[in-house]
């Protein structure tokens, strides 16, 4: 440890991309720096949210890496050991190759899983349930997720706990949301209701269904405009959907949003239409700043609505489900009002990213204090041995 504190080293692709990338950034900021030492290392750019990890975080790029680093990622291995963490965070994405790289350089590695595919395909089931024998802790970010790395790629029950994503509800509060400059004109107003959603266009994130329910929009609700925020591989095509349906003006794609929090209050409800979730940041965002929520029920959201609001769950790939459930709450401004309250109380009592935080040095703290390293591999020592043999006088 460095000087009293825990050296803590989270490795992601980058602190750029959504939700997973946002949480890291939260993390690192909020951290104690009485206690922890704070390291972040990206496999590609640092990204927007880089300026976010606060003054106390070091920031790393990642060596250099060919395609056989996934079976060998002895530069990785190397670039841990220089910065010497007493532990190494992992995230989705990057699994198997950084518990190999963690192995090599014997330190402890925590990993969270943020979400799965939609199918998940077998080679990263195949990969994941390797990477787990090179894992001390799993973290699952709802309960659903966790049911799921225990049943599906049957990992031991014990090594799986579940801490749920939180948000910084001070940075979203501050400076208040009627001082920022809007993402896309229109907003809210006039008789008509604006829905909302952001993350990236994947097909994981549904939105066919969303527009697909937009486009059978119940004749006697009121007017309803659809802005969708973010950018990915799909959009093209929704693009073209949006277009083939003759959703016109009824739907706006707004691209990246750099202040999230400048983006939920335009929106009268929030709609998310996923296929698979693991805790969504977009949800928890909007909740905290007082969206009432449409979304699908699927990973951690049912735990996020609670009971109060669970009747706003919607099954998964049902445009005319989710178009009732919209069509319901935007016929109710008194509605809407009760609903978006619930949600900010429902996210200040248990979905706080320092109490994410709280936790997750509660865990540190006891993998440091209780346990080493997991001994070497035989084959990782065979392979040590070797080298050593060539590099020898």
């Keep these: 440890m460095s000087a009293g504190r825990i050296r803590l080293l989270h490795i992601v692709r980058n602190l750029h991309d959504g939700g997973m990338e946002r949480v890291v950034a939260d993390l ?5 720096p009485a206690a922890f030492d704070m390291h972040v290392m990206t496999l590609g750019r640092f990204g927007r949210f880089a300026r976010d990890v606060g003054f106390q975080t070091t920031l790393h790029h990642a060596p250099r890496m060919t395609k056989l680093s996934l079976l060998w990622p002895a530069a990785l291995a190397a670039a841990v050991r220089r910065i010497r963490p007493d532990i190494v965070h992992t995230h989705s994405g990057n699994w198997y190759k950084v518990a190999r790289a963690a192995r090599l350089a014997g330190v402890p590695l925590v990993y969270t899983d943020h979400g799965r595919q939609h199918p998940d395909p077998w080679l990263n089931r195949w990969l994941d349930q390797r990477a787990a024998r090179l894992t001390r802790q799993v973290v699952a970010v709802s309960g659903a997720l966790r ?46 209701v604006v829905f909302g959603t952001l993350g990236r266009m994947e097909r994981v994130k549904g939105y066919d269904v969303l527009l697909a329910a937009l486009a059978q929009w119940p004749t006697d609700a009121p007017r309803a405009t659809v802005l969708i925020a973010g950018d990915g591989s799909q959009r093209a095509s929704l693009e073209a959907l949006a277009r083939r349906l003759g959703l016109g003006e009824r739907v706006r794609f707004v691209g990246w949003v750099e202040d999230t929090a400048r983006f939920y209050p335009q929106l009268d409800v929030f709609v998310l239409s996923s296929r698979s979730e ?19 029920s699927v990973g951690g959201n049912a735990e996020v609505l609670g009971d109060e609001l669970r009747e706003w769950l919607v099954p998964a790939g049902d445009p005319t489900a989710l178009a009732e459930k919209m069509a319901a709450v935007a016929r109710s401004a008194e509605l809407r009002s009760r ?36 001994p070497l591999h035989p084959r990782d020592l065979r392979a040590r041995g070797a080298r050593a043999e060539r590099v020898s006088p």
Excluded: K
């Design 28 to 32: 690192a900021r909020v951290v104690d």
């Design 278 to 296: 693991g805790t969504s940041i977009s949800l928890l965002e909007a909740m905290a700043l007082g969206c009432p929520a449409v979304v699908t």
């Design 147 to 192: 049911d799921y790395l225990v049943t599906r790629l049957r990992l031991p029950p014990e090594q799986v706990r579940v801490i749920t994503n939180g948000v910084d509800i001070a940075r979203l509060d501050a400076p208040p949301a009627a001082a920022r400059r809007p993402v896309a004109a229109g907003g809210r107003g006039g008789d008509g």
């Design 339 to 374: 609903l978006g309250a619930a949600a900010r109380a429902r996210i200040e009592a248990a979905y706080d990213v320092s109490r994410t935080a709280a936790e997750y040095a509660a865990l540190y703290r006891s993998l440091v204090e209780s346990a080493t390293a997991p």
